[in-house]
């Protein structure tokens, strides 16, 4: 009790001094809170995006507490998997000959009394254009529906004529006027008109934007037909995991299929609980922590010079404190308190923001997180574990200048001076050690590189990831390695300082004398730029292996989604094809056919089949004329070597005792430079008919004279057109590289503008005594940016030094043809952090400086 | 037994040819109720005598003790205690907290000593009340005179029945005026049976003093001795 009481003065006197210099305290927090915001919103994002969270579950179930599927046998089997999140159904022999309408089965009486069902179902829509579009039926005024698709605007479809369509799908088809849906907004299918009489809001997830119309219940009355299973969601009264298995297993002895929300809220009482697949991933762990570990120490770094200047200003309060009977640990606690309170206010500054951010961000957050919200799972032992984490982070931050003042004599700070350079022998003890886990660090990396790209061979099924773990860990000792000989360096820059210009020689001599906080300053700058140098590595990583990445199909073509009787039909076709002119500028559809003998498929014996394709195709994939002409001269065109022997390939059909077809036709390899239809022999139509063969058709790819990009067929999409094009392959996406080093840019800038200024307020008393001196303000701010240079210059090089070292283990990590070394980017860091800590230590100088400053 | 005692204290800041000899052999004994004025030139080893006398410092050689106790054999926590109990200090200026009350500056040694806060608030407020300051209990140094803050400086210094004041110049950065009151009351804390140690530059100050000792290059070059007794001098014995 009375250890706490001590506590109170420290507290008191920290937040009176807090509050009485607001600038510095609002810095400090928000720089605190910034992570414990972030930390807030990524900690919920994920977990609401879990795959087994309520949020998922109600992409599936709504706000339904069961779906059910009447199938149209009498008696099912059922089994409930991964955690209740899939239901399998399957009709015991009995049970699997007799067939009963499943509409005619009346599911409430089946259920517990007080249940509701509504019905749902999934149809396509024949668009007029040529496409087809997915459609639920669903009825959106039922609440139990919430979370499978929510009105905008509009209302909901009532009648079996009217269609509640996405927000995109309503601005491509021009249906919206001024944010107000048009009063003739319909939607042409080839059964007739669909009035829109609603819009949906957008799915972030595009694969299910995909199915982009609501339809009216009233759409499946009467329709047994095209639909072997009814479905229908259901609210249950309040039933324990036990009632709840009764039920599914009644429900099953009826033909019904039941998925109940029980089991996924339960998967224990399910017998369902199984560990996760990779609940932790060692590589991904490492790479976090190392990640983590950094953000950490930059934040320590920055908010820890605040503390330290702040520490110093209080010099003379601390003597006081001393001075009255204060102990070490009364004088340290003074300086932890503000730790405590930044900690604590940035902890609710932070968690508020964070919550305040997933509340109003929930559009741009849902986009990035490629799902829609619909609650966010919020843990609380989460959130309070991110708070605390923000009230630790602060307290360390606090804890080394705490430290240090901690060991000043009452007539140090009473003075209000802290004697600089008095302790200098005593790190000398660490300069061994920090050139042993340096080497170490270099060398763990290269041997860890070498490991990856072994372990991540080709030929390796399932890669370990334990290289990965060890190349983290020796990032970790080279990066204690250099944290502990940044001080040396210091003393090194500083050895040679007997000659030359005058403003450098004070400037150098200066930064070697306060080594701590010149320490501090270069980290916190090598960390930034090594965060700077490692996505310069991403960006020019990316960019090499897109380089050399095959496509899927050649550009200016698309692969197109149809169904087999879609592709047959010549009459869709046309229309495809007149769509996809008008809406991307498409020049037409090829068509790629598999060669069959009657209705037996023919291969080449080693799993390849065979395509009947023309010289248009040929064309329109890029091919050249050569390969026309062997086509028109009856050879067949082999992607891949492995059926070709000695120019010739190997036709066949039927089984292998009882061959129908065994032939060998002249053959040449073709290198198409797309991944597209791997493993086939394409031939010509003509030779196809000389073998009795007769082609069906397969593939369909669009072509164009431009290329058709992701937007281009997105648009298409909402056409009920779907086809995929030559999508970057690259580990990364390219605009996810480019913003995240638009990010470091900007960090690095407000990072070393930030430690620039924070060290050159240090500095002010020296600049002072300049000034008392004679010096002109053109001396004193020359000083000052000669120290910012020297800082920039040894930051610069710190994390050249180790984000080179995480860049080169990328490389090797990905497996990048050659060493693509971003050079320009290197040397923009090289230059240009020097630079912009020079630039900044000269403006923060003032040129009117008053000798009392010299006091603090 | 006195409230303090010097005796053949050396102290050497640094070593080898930067070695800087402080205090000479210096003894000085002050004894409860005595206020004793330490006076000379800049560098002469004053501020160093009051540092090692509240055990803000160590001698280098000899024996320096308040109330008896040793302070050498003090571990740095009891000399931190020995300090909230029975030494106070009070220097030229910047003396009080600025981000604490004219009460909580005076109540800090108590707070330190882990005392409840209401009943260290009655004892500042009997302290502040007793240096003529009770109703600026609240106000915070920066909304208070120089002399003031010096009045409260000595209100902590006497707080929690302390039995030696340590004061540098305490009337440095005040008027004759102001300077003469703080000086009454370092006076009246002398009566009430607190030993003081006074370091002043100014005679007219030193002059409220039982006892000068003049100091030189670290030693003392002079000692006035006791006062005598007012009788003594009607009887010119």
């Known amino acids: 009790m009375a250890r706490l009481a001590r506590w109170r003065p420290a507290l008191r006197m920290a937040w009176r001094d807090l509050v009485q210099h607001p600038l510095r305290t609002v810095v400090v927090t928000v720089l605190v809170a910034l992570p414990v915001a972030v930390a807030v919103v990524v900690s919920t994002v994920t977990a609401t995006t879990d795959y087994y969270s309520p949020n998922t579950t109600a992409r599936f179930l709504g706000a339904a507490d069961a779906a059910l599927e009447v199938t149209p046998h009498p008696r099912v089997r059922v089994r409930t998997m991964d955690r209740g999140r ?146 229908y969601l259901v609210d249950l009264p309040e039933l324990t995991s036990k009632e709840s298995r009764a039920l599914q297993a009644e429900l099953a002895d009826h033909g019904i299929s039941a998925q109940l929300r029980d089991a996924t809220a339960h998967p224990d009482a399910w017998g369902l609980e199984q560990p996760l697949p990779s609940p932790v991933d060692p590589a991904a762990v490492a790479t976090g922590a190392l990640v983590i570990g950094l953000g950490l120490v930059e934040v320590l770094v920055l908010v820890g010079s605040a503390f330290a200047v702040g520490a110093r200003r209080q010099s003379r309060t601390l003597g006081l404190v001393m001075a009255s009977g204060g102990t070490p640990s009364d004088v340290r606690r003074t300086v932890l308190a503000q730790g405590v309170w930044i900690g604590v206010g940035a902890a609710v500054l932070g968690t508020g ?75 000398g003890r660490l300069r061994g050690p920090s050139l042993a886990l340096m080497t170490t660090g270099v060398v763990g990396l290269v041997l860890s590189g070498w490991w990856i790209s072994r372990a991540f061979a080709p030929d390796v099924a399932s890669p370990s990831t334990m290289p990965v773990v060890a190349g983290a860990l020796s990032a970790l000792v080279l990066l204690v390695g250099v944290v502990l000989a940044t001080p040396f360096a210091v003393d090194l820059l500083g050895a040679r300082t007997d000659r030359g210009w005058l403003p450098w020689r004070l400037a150098v001599r200066d930064v070697a004398r306060h080594r701590g ?42 692969e197109l989604y149809l169904s087999p009787g879609q592709l047959r039909d010549p009459e869709t076709l046309a229309r495809v094809r007149t769509a996809a002119a008008e809406i991307v500028g498409a020049d037409g559809i090829v068509v790629a056919q598999e060669a069959r003998l009657g209705r037996r498929p023919v291969g080449d014996h080693r799993g390849g089949t065979y395509q009947i394709v023309d010289d248009e195709f040929l064309e329109a994939m890029g091919l050249p004329d050569s390969a026309q002409r062997d086509l028109a001269d009856g050879k067949a065109l082999v992607v891949g070597p492995s059926s070709l022997r000695e120019g010739q390939v190997r036709i066949v059909a039927g089984p292998r005792r009882d061959r129908v077809l065994d032939e060998r036709i002249p053959a040449v390899r073709v290198r198409p430079g797309f991944l597209a239809m791997p493993s086939s022999v394409w031939i010509s139509p003509e030779t196809a008919a000389g073998l009795g063969l007769r082609g069906a058709p397969t593939s369909a790819f669009l072509h164009a004279d431009h290329e058709l990009d992701r937007e281009s067929l997105d648009r298409l999409a909402f056409y009920g057109i779907y086809a995929d094009g030559d999508e970057p392959q690259g580990p990364v996406d390219p605009r996810l590289v480019l913003g995240g080093a638009g990010g470091v840019l900007l960090a690095t800038c407000l990072v070393v503008g930030m430690i620039v200024a924070l060290s050159a307020s240090e500095g002010r008393g020296d600049a002072a005594t300049l000034a008392a001196v004679g010096a002109p303000p053109w001396t004193r701010r020359a000083t000052s940016a000669g120290q910012a240079l020297a800082i920039g210059c040894l930051g610069a090089g710190l994390g050249l030094l180790l984000g080179s070292a995480g860049g080169a283990s990328l490389l090797q990590l990905v497996g990048t043809p050659g060493t693509p070394v971003p050079w320009a980017g290197l040397a923009v860091v090289v230059v240009g952090v020097p630079l912009l800590s020079t630039a900044v230590g000269w403006l923060v100088t003032p040129t009117r400086l008053s000798l009392t400053r010299r006091t603090g | 037994m006195n409230a303090l005692d010097l005796l053949h204290v050396d102290r050497i800041h640094g070593h080898g040819n930067a070695a800087v000899h402080a205090l000479r052999g210096l003894t000085i004994h002050v004894a409860a109720g005595e206020l004793v004025a330490v006076m000379g030139p800049s560098g002469s080893g004053k501020s160093t005598l009051l540092n090692l006398a509240g055990g803000l410092d160590r001698a280098t050689a000899g024996s320096v003790k308040v109330d008896g106790v040793e302070l050498g054999d003090l571990s740095p926590k009891e000399l931190a205690r020995l300090r909230r109990h029975k030494v106070g200090y009070v220097f030229q200026d910047l003396n009080l907290i600025p981000s604490l009350t004219a009460a909580e500056n005076v109540s800090l040694p108590l707070e330190l000593d882990g005392v409840r806060r209401r009943p260290a608030r009655a004892s500042a407020e009997a302290a502040l009340a007793e ?29 929690g029945e302390r039995s030696l004041i340590l004061a540098d110049e305490p009337t440095g950065a005040l008027d004759s005026e102001t300077g003469e009151q703080v000086m009454r009351l370092l006076r009246d804390r002398c009566a009430a049976g607190v030993a003081t140690l006074l370091v002043t530059h100014d005679a007219a100050h030193a002059a409220w003093a039982d006892r000068i000792v003049f100091l030189r290059d670290g030693a003392a070059v002079d000692d006035t001795g006791a006062r005598p007794a007012a009788e003594s001098l009607l009887t010119g014995a």
């Not at chain 1, 009035?195 to 957008?202: I, K, N, Q, Y």
């Not at chain 1, 606090?398 to 790190?427: F, K, N, Q």
């Open chain 1, 86 to 231: 899939y239901v399998e159904w399957s009709a015991p022999p009995r049970a699997q000959d007799v067939e009963r309408d499943a509409t005619g089965v009346d599911v409430a009486a089946l259920l517990p009394e007080g249940s509701r069902v509504t019905r749902i179902g999934d149809v396509t829509v024949p668009l007029a254009i040529g496409g087809r579009l997915a459609a639920d039926v669903l009825d959106l005024d039922d609440p139990l529906t919430r979370g499978l698709a929510t009105l905008e605007s509009g209302r909901a479809p009532a009648s079996e004529d009217e269609v509640a369509v996405s927000r995109l799908l309503a601005d491509e088809l021009g249906l919206v006027d001024d944010g107000t849906l048009a009063d003739d907004a319909a939607l042409r299918t080839t059964r007739g008109d669909l009035a829109v009489v609603g819009v949906l809001e957008p799915d972030p997830d595009r694969f299910s934007d995909s199915s982009p119309l609501v339809l009216a219940p009233v759409r499946l009355d009467g329709r047994t037909d095209a639909l072997p299973s009814v479905r």
């Open chain 1, 353 to 427: 923001a964070g919550l305040l951010a997933l509340l109003v961000g929930r559009g741009p957050i849902a986009s990035l997180a490629g799902q829609r919200l619909q609650d966010y799972s919020f843990s609380v032992g989460t959130l309070v574990a991110v708070a605390l984490l923000g009230v630790a982070s602060a307290v360390a931050a606090a804890a080394i200048p705490a430290w240090g003042v901690g060991r000043m004599t009452a007539s140090e700070s009473l003075d209000g001076h802290i004697a600089a350079g008095s302790r200098r022998r005593r790190g």
């Open chain 1, 517 to 558: 906080r010149t320490t501090a300053a270069v980290l916190g700058i090598g960390i930034v730029v090594t965060g700077a140098v490692f996505a310069g590595f991403g960006v020019s990583a990316n960019a090499a292996l897109q380089e050399v990445d095959e496509p899927l199909v050649p550009s200016g073509t698309a």
């Open chain 2, 131 to 159: 240096v003529g300051l009770a109703e600026l209990a609240d106000r915070l140094p920066a909304d208070m005179s120089g002399g003031q803050q010096q009045r409260v400086a000595i209100a902590r210094a006497v707080v």
